[in-house]
Every structure is written in C-alpha cells, then in structure tokens.
C-alpha cells in the first residue's frame, strides 16, 4: 500500500532564552565583521526556515557581496577613497543592514506561533476527507479553525412501518416454535 507516510514529528521550540541569545549573535557577526560575514544570518534563516524564498534571499546576499568585493577590489587605496571604494563599502553596509533586517524579521515571523502557545503552522494539520492529514493553508492563523467540507450522506433508504415488520415476524417465529414442539413429539399435553 502507498499513502502519504508518517508524519514527521512537531519540531521542538527552542526556549525564549536562546533565540534571543542566538539572534544577539547573528547580527553581532554582521555588524562587527562591517558586512563581510553577513551572509551567515540569511544562511541561518534558509536552513531553519527551509523555504525556497530564504534560500534564494541567501544567494543574493552572497551575490551583492561579491560585487561589493569587485568593487573594493578596484580600489587601490589604503582608504578605499575612490569612487569604487566608495561604493563598495556604501553596498557592503547596506547589505549588512538588509541582511540583519532580513533576518531578524523571518526569526521572528518563525517562531511567533509558539511564543502565541500555539503549534507550528507546519505541524498543524488537516484531516481531509479521506483520512490522510494535510498540511493546513497558508492563510490560517493559529485561532482559526480550519473549514472541512461537510462529509455527503445519501438519503436513508424508505423504511416499512416497523411495528407491523415486527409483529410479522413474532408470529412466524411462534408458528415454527409450534411446529418444532410438534415434531419432537412435545405437544401440549405431552408433558
């Protein structure tokens, strides 16, 4: 038989402590490195997110670095005083701000639902109608309640009258009772 599998088991929230603790030093490598370690804040969220979107968010961190790099890379200056020194220090910082803005925005927005005492969205589930659970929407909120359809019912089949049914039967019944006492020879006076 093939189905859908087990369902893998709810992650487990790390306590309040730690994440703060954990976001305090993501953007303390960002900004003390002035930039060039902040693709390790995307990569964090990527990997505990695990979405596309995040993961495609950490490759542009390390592209606009990259470039950040080609452009001090041009600049032959202790100070990096030139226009492209300039401007590769202006999109070193700028990334560091947008990557630590990034970051501290999916942490959040992660691990909101259990600060809430609620489930993750990515536990909750849904049964659907034909028993395997589902992941719920996208769209639900911890409080609401998911809308399943109504399971369809066929009509009762007509039904006779039941006493009458009944009281038919209760009669053959006596009447092969009356029959069978007969034939092993216990009549009504044989006893």
Known sequence: MQGHGYAPPPSRRPSTGVLVLLRVIFVAVAVLSIGFLAWVAPLRTAIVTRKRGDWWIFAGSLAVLAFSFSLLATDHTDDFSTPQGNAGMIVLLLNMAACVAYYLYADIRHFRPYAAGYAHPSATTVHSPYGYPQPAPPYMTPGTVPRTPAPVTPPPPPQRPAPARIDQ???????????????DGHGEGGR
């Open 169 to 183: 039967v209760r009669a053959e019944l006596d009447e092969l009772s009356d029959y069978l006492r007969r034939q």
